[in-house]
Protein backbone atom coordinates (compact mmCIF):
# COMPACT_ATOMS: atom_id res chain seq x y z
CA UNK A 1 0.00 0.00 0.00
CA UNK A 2 0.98 3.42 -1.00
CA UNK A 3 0.59 6.20 0.64
CA UNK A 4 0.04 10.10 -0.62
CA UNK A 5 2.23 12.74 0.55
CA UNK A 6 -0.91 14.09 2.62
CA UNK A 7 -1.53 11.10 4.31
CA UNK A 8 2.40 11.07 5.14
CA UNK A 9 2.48 14.03 6.56
CA UNK A 10 -0.82 13.66 8.61
CA UNK A 11 0.63 10.60 9.96
CA UNK A 12 3.72 12.94 11.33
CA UNK A 13 1.47 15.78 12.72
CA UNK A 14 -0.47 13.62 14.56
CA UNK A 15 1.74 10.80 15.51
CA UNK A 16 5.16 12.52 15.10
CA UNK A 17 5.99 9.55 13.26
CA UNK A 18 9.30 9.27 12.09
CA UNK A 19 9.03 6.59 9.63
CA UNK A 20 6.59 8.90 7.37
CA UNK A 21 8.74 11.75 7.54
CA UNK A 22 11.65 9.03 6.73
CA UNK A 23 10.06 7.95 3.75
CA UNK A 24 9.24 11.50 2.56
CA UNK A 25 12.49 12.39 2.94
CA UNK A 26 13.49 9.47 0.23
CA UNK A 27 10.78 10.51 -1.75
CA UNK A 28 12.17 13.62 -2.05
CA UNK A 29 15.98 13.37 -1.51
CA UNK A 30 16.61 13.05 -5.33
CA UNK A 31 14.78 16.36 -6.78
CA UNK A 32 16.63 18.32 -3.66
CA UNK A 33 20.15 17.52 -3.97
CA UNK A 34 19.78 17.74 -7.61
CA UNK A 35 18.33 20.70 -7.59
CA UNK A 36 20.68 22.11 -4.88
CA UNK A 37 23.85 20.61 -6.62
CA UNK A 38 22.62 22.74 -10.07
CA UNK A 39 22.47 25.82 -8.18
CA UNK A 40 25.96 24.97 -6.49
CA UNK A 41 27.66 24.44 -9.63
CA UNK A 42 27.42 20.62 -9.25
CA UNK A 43 29.32 20.72 -5.81
CA UNK A 44 27.64 17.04 -4.79
CA UNK A 45 28.65 17.85 -1.11
CA UNK A 46 27.64 21.16 -0.86
CA UNK A 47 24.53 20.53 -2.20
CA UNK A 48 23.82 17.65 0.04
CA UNK A 49 24.18 19.38 2.90
CA UNK A 50 22.39 22.32 2.06
CA UNK A 51 19.72 19.34 1.38
CA UNK A 52 19.90 17.92 4.61
CA UNK A 53 19.62 21.40 6.10
CA UNK A 54 16.50 21.76 4.05
CA UNK A 55 15.29 18.42 5.07
CA UNK A 56 15.44 19.29 9.05
CA UNK A 57 13.65 22.90 8.42
CA UNK A 58 10.67 20.64 6.60
CA UNK A 59 10.84 18.39 10.16
CA UNK A 60 10.40 22.03 12.27
CA UNK A 61 8.21 23.83 9.68
CA UNK A 62 5.80 20.76 8.66
CA UNK A 63 3.04 22.21 10.75
CA UNK A 64 2.66 25.69 9.28
CA UNK A 65 2.62 23.67 5.63
CA UNK A 66 -1.00 24.46 4.07
CA UNK A 67 -2.23 21.96 1.77
CA UNK A 68 -3.69 24.51 -0.86
CA UNK A 69 -0.28 23.99 -1.88
CA UNK A 70 1.76 21.41 -3.64
CA UNK A 71 4.48 19.79 -1.03
CA UNK A 72 7.06 19.99 -3.63
CA UNK A 73 6.17 23.42 -4.03
CA UNK A 74 6.56 24.12 -0.44
CA UNK A 75 9.63 21.88 -0.06
CA UNK A 76 11.60 23.51 -3.21
CA UNK A 77 10.69 27.16 -1.51
CA UNK A 78 12.33 26.09 1.72
CA UNK A 79 15.57 24.63 -0.30
CA UNK A 80 15.67 28.10 -1.92
CA UNK A 81 15.98 29.83 1.14
CA UNK A 82 18.31 27.53 2.55
CA UNK A 83 20.90 28.00 -0.43
CA UNK A 84 20.05 31.87 -0.15
CA UNK A 85 21.17 31.53 3.01
CA UNK A 86 24.38 29.71 2.46
CA UNK A 87 24.87 32.18 -0.54
CA UNK A 88 24.82 35.28 1.86
CA UNK A 89 27.04 33.70 4.31
CA UNK A 90 29.51 33.44 1.92
CA UNK A 91 28.89 36.88 0.88
CA UNK A 92 27.13 35.75 -2.74
CA UNK A 93 24.27 37.38 -4.03
CA UNK A 94 22.02 33.96 -4.27
CA UNK A 95 19.68 34.13 -7.16
CA UNK A 96 21.03 37.25 -8.74
CA UNK A 97 22.08 37.96 -11.83
CA UNK A 98 26.05 37.21 -13.05
CA UNK A 99 27.08 39.69 -15.01
CA UNK A 100 29.44 37.67 -17.57
CA UNK A 101 29.52 33.51 -17.93
CA UNK A 102 32.95 32.35 -16.29
CA UNK A 103 36.26 32.70 -18.40
CA UNK A 104 36.41 29.16 -19.60
CA UNK A 105 33.02 28.73 -21.18
CA UNK A 106 33.98 32.06 -23.17
CA UNK A 107 36.35 30.34 -24.67
CA UNK A 108 33.92 27.34 -25.05
CA UNK A 109 32.01 29.54 -27.11
CA UNK A 110 34.63 28.99 -29.48
CA UNK A 111 34.08 25.49 -29.38
CA UNK A 112 30.45 25.62 -29.74
CA UNK A 113 30.69 27.51 -32.78
CA UNK A 114 32.70 24.52 -33.99
CA UNK A 115 29.72 22.50 -33.44
CA UNK A 116 30.96 20.73 -30.58
CA UNK A 117 28.43 20.05 -28.19
CA UNK A 118 28.77 21.24 -24.53
CA UNK A 119 27.67 18.56 -21.97
CA UNK A 120 24.68 19.98 -20.41
CA UNK A 121 26.26 20.89 -17.08
CA UNK A 122 28.60 22.80 -18.50
CA UNK A 123 26.31 24.73 -20.46
CA UNK A 124 24.05 25.08 -17.47
CA UNK A 125 27.33 27.65 -16.16
CA UNK A 126 26.29 29.87 -18.74
CA UNK A 127 23.22 30.69 -17.19
CA UNK A 128 22.91 33.15 -13.85
CA UNK A 129 21.40 31.04 -10.57
CA UNK A 130 18.26 32.77 -11.22
CA UNK A 131 17.72 30.96 -14.68
CA UNK A 132 19.27 27.86 -13.84
CA UNK A 133 17.01 27.97 -10.96
CA UNK A 134 14.17 28.69 -12.78
CA UNK A 135 15.07 26.27 -15.70
CA UNK A 136 15.51 23.32 -13.26
CA UNK A 137 12.18 24.06 -11.77
CA UNK A 138 10.10 24.28 -14.91
CA UNK A 139 11.89 21.96 -17.42
CA UNK A 140 13.32 19.49 -14.90
CA UNK A 141 11.27 19.40 -12.29
CA UNK A 142 7.51 20.19 -14.34
CA UNK A 143 6.64 23.21 -11.43
CA UNK A 144 4.32 25.07 -13.43
CA UNK A 145 6.01 28.74 -13.48
CA UNK A 146 3.21 29.77 -10.58
CA UNK A 147 4.48 27.26 -9.07
CA UNK A 148 8.17 28.27 -9.26
CA UNK A 149 7.55 31.16 -8.48
CA UNK A 150 6.14 30.30 -5.24
CA UNK A 151 8.92 28.46 -4.61
CA UNK A 152 11.78 30.95 -5.34
CA UNK A 153 9.92 33.99 -4.05
CA UNK A 154 9.85 36.16 -7.23
CA UNK A 155 7.25 37.12 -9.56
CA UNK A 156 5.54 35.50 -12.44
CA UNK A 157 7.16 37.62 -14.75
CA UNK A 158 10.39 36.70 -13.79
CA UNK A 159 10.40 33.22 -14.16
CA UNK A 160 8.95 33.28 -17.25
CA UNK A 161 11.41 35.22 -18.64
CA UNK A 162 14.59 33.08 -16.69
CA UNK A 163 13.35 30.43 -17.78
CA UNK A 164 12.92 32.13 -21.76
CA UNK A 165 17.09 33.31 -21.21
CA UNK A 166 18.12 30.26 -19.56
CA UNK A 167 16.64 28.02 -22.33
CA UNK A 168 18.37 30.84 -25.34
CA UNK A 169 21.45 30.35 -23.77
CA UNK A 170 21.42 26.66 -23.36
CA UNK A 171 20.62 26.32 -26.93
CA UNK A 172 23.03 28.15 -28.00
CA UNK A 173 26.09 26.39 -26.11
CA UNK A 174 24.31 23.24 -26.78
CA UNK A 175 23.75 24.42 -30.36
CA UNK A 176 20.32 22.56 -30.46
CA UNK B 1 9.59 5.29 -2.87
CA UNK B 2 7.39 7.35 -5.93
CA UNK B 3 7.07 10.92 -5.44
CA UNK B 4 4.31 13.28 -6.05
CA UNK B 5 6.60 15.74 -8.20
CA UNK B 6 4.62 16.62 -11.29
CA UNK B 7 6.28 15.53 -14.69
CA UNK B 8 7.40 18.34 -17.21
CA UNK B 9 5.12 18.06 -20.21
CA UNK B 10 6.36 16.19 -23.23
CA UNK B 11 7.86 18.27 -25.84
CA UNK B 12 9.77 17.32 -29.64
CA UNK B 13 12.17 20.01 -28.42
CA UNK B 14 15.42 18.66 -28.63
CA UNK B 15 16.58 20.54 -25.54
CA UNK B 16 13.49 19.30 -23.33
CA UNK B 17 14.85 15.44 -24.51
CA UNK B 18 18.67 16.56 -23.01
CA UNK B 19 16.87 18.08 -19.70
CA UNK B 20 14.54 15.83 -19.16
CA UNK B 21 17.66 12.98 -19.87
CA UNK B 22 19.98 14.98 -17.45
CA UNK B 23 17.60 14.82 -14.60
CA UNK B 24 18.45 11.41 -13.01
CA UNK B 25 17.29 9.83 -9.92
CA UNK B 26 19.90 10.06 -7.68
CA UNK B 27 20.15 6.86 -5.05
CA UNK B 28 19.93 7.69 -1.56
CA UNK B 29 22.84 6.39 -0.33
CA UNK B 30 22.29 6.59 3.34
CA UNK B 31 21.47 10.66 2.97
CA UNK B 32 17.81 9.81 4.67
CA UNK B 33 19.34 7.91 7.36
CA UNK B 34 21.60 11.25 7.62
CA UNK B 35 18.64 13.32 7.94
CA UNK B 36 16.85 11.13 10.62
CA UNK B 37 19.82 11.44 12.67
CA UNK B 38 20.55 14.86 12.58
CA UNK B 39 16.85 15.72 13.32
CA UNK B 40 16.42 18.08 16.85
CA UNK B 41 14.83 16.01 19.98
CA UNK B 42 11.43 15.31 19.75
CA UNK B 43 9.31 18.78 20.59
CA UNK B 44 7.34 17.46 23.24
CA UNK B 45 10.73 18.28 25.30
CA UNK B 46 10.21 21.63 24.45
CA UNK B 47 6.31 21.35 25.92
CA UNK B 48 8.01 19.39 28.98
CA UNK B 49 10.16 22.50 29.27
CA UNK B 50 7.27 25.06 29.71
CA UNK B 51 5.99 22.59 32.24
CA UNK B 52 8.95 22.93 34.50
CA UNK B 53 9.29 26.68 33.73
CA UNK B 54 5.98 27.60 34.79
CA UNK B 55 6.10 25.63 37.96
CA UNK B 56 9.39 26.76 39.04
CA UNK B 57 7.88 30.34 38.28
CA UNK B 58 5.08 29.54 40.35
CA UNK B 59 7.15 28.29 43.26
CA UNK B 60 9.29 31.20 43.31
CA UNK B 61 6.70 33.53 43.16
CA UNK B 62 4.92 31.71 46.09
CA UNK B 63 8.34 31.79 48.09
CA UNK B 64 8.48 35.73 47.31
CA UNK B 65 4.96 36.33 48.23
CA UNK B 66 5.32 34.43 51.55
CA UNK B 67 8.83 36.49 52.34
CA UNK B 68 7.33 39.74 50.80
CA UNK B 69 5.89 41.49 54.24
CA UNK B 70 9.61 40.80 55.98
CA UNK B 71 11.47 42.38 53.53
CA UNK B 72 8.80 45.47 52.79
CA UNK B 73 9.10 45.82 56.66
CA UNK B 74 12.90 46.12 56.38
CA UNK B 75 12.76 48.77 53.71
CA UNK B 76 9.76 50.28 55.39
CA UNK B 77 12.27 51.17 57.50
CA UNK B 78 15.08 52.44 55.59
CA UNK B 79 12.76 54.60 53.61
CA UNK B 80 12.27 58.33 53.56
CA UNK B 81 8.83 59.25 55.63
CA UNK B 82 7.23 61.06 52.56
CA UNK B 83 7.55 57.52 50.96
CA UNK B 84 5.40 56.20 53.49
CA UNK B 85 2.83 57.24 51.88
CA UNK B 86 2.54 54.56 49.14
CA UNK B 87 1.03 51.35 49.49
CA UNK B 88 4.37 49.25 49.06
CA UNK B 89 3.41 46.09 49.46
CA UNK B 90 0.67 46.44 46.86
CA UNK B 91 2.72 48.19 44.70
CA UNK B 92 5.67 45.44 44.80
CA UNK B 93 3.37 42.47 44.80
CA UNK B 94 1.78 43.82 41.49
CA UNK B 95 5.86 44.54 40.12
CA UNK B 96 6.38 40.71 41.32
CA UNK B 97 3.24 39.22 39.33
CA UNK B 98 4.24 41.33 36.50
CA UNK B 99 7.61 39.95 36.30
CA UNK B 100 6.61 36.77 36.61
CA UNK B 101 3.57 36.71 33.83
CA UNK B 102 6.37 38.31 31.21
CA UNK B 103 9.13 35.82 31.68
CA UNK B 104 6.06 33.27 31.22
CA UNK B 105 4.98 34.85 28.08
CA UNK B 106 8.87 35.19 27.34
CA UNK B 107 9.41 31.46 27.79
CA UNK B 108 6.96 30.70 25.59
CA UNK B 109 7.89 32.99 22.65
CA UNK B 110 11.33 31.64 23.19
CA UNK B 111 9.72 27.38 23.07
CA UNK B 112 7.31 28.59 19.90
CA UNK B 113 10.25 29.95 18.11
CA UNK B 114 12.37 27.23 18.68
CA UNK B 115 10.40 25.07 17.14
CA UNK B 116 9.87 26.76 14.01
Not at chain 1, 9 to 30: H, K, M
Not at chain 1, 86 to 91: I, S, V
Not at chain 2, 44 to 55: I, K, S
Request: proline share 4%; hydrophobic share 50%.
Amino acid sequence: MSFTDADLIARFLLREDQNAFGELVRRYQSPVRGFLARLADGDAHLADDLAQETFVKVWKKLGTFRSDAKFSTWLFGIACNEWRMHARGRKELALEELAEPPAELAQSEAATASNLRLDLAAAMKWLTTAERAAIVLCCQNGLSHDEAAQALGCPLGTVKTNVLRGREKLKRALAV
Amino acid sequence: MKNEMPHPPETNDPLDELLRGADEYLPDNGFTARVLTALPAKRRHAWRRLVVLTLAMLASAAVAAWQLPAIIGILHVAMPKHWSAIQWPWLATFAALLAALASLIWAMFAIVNEEE
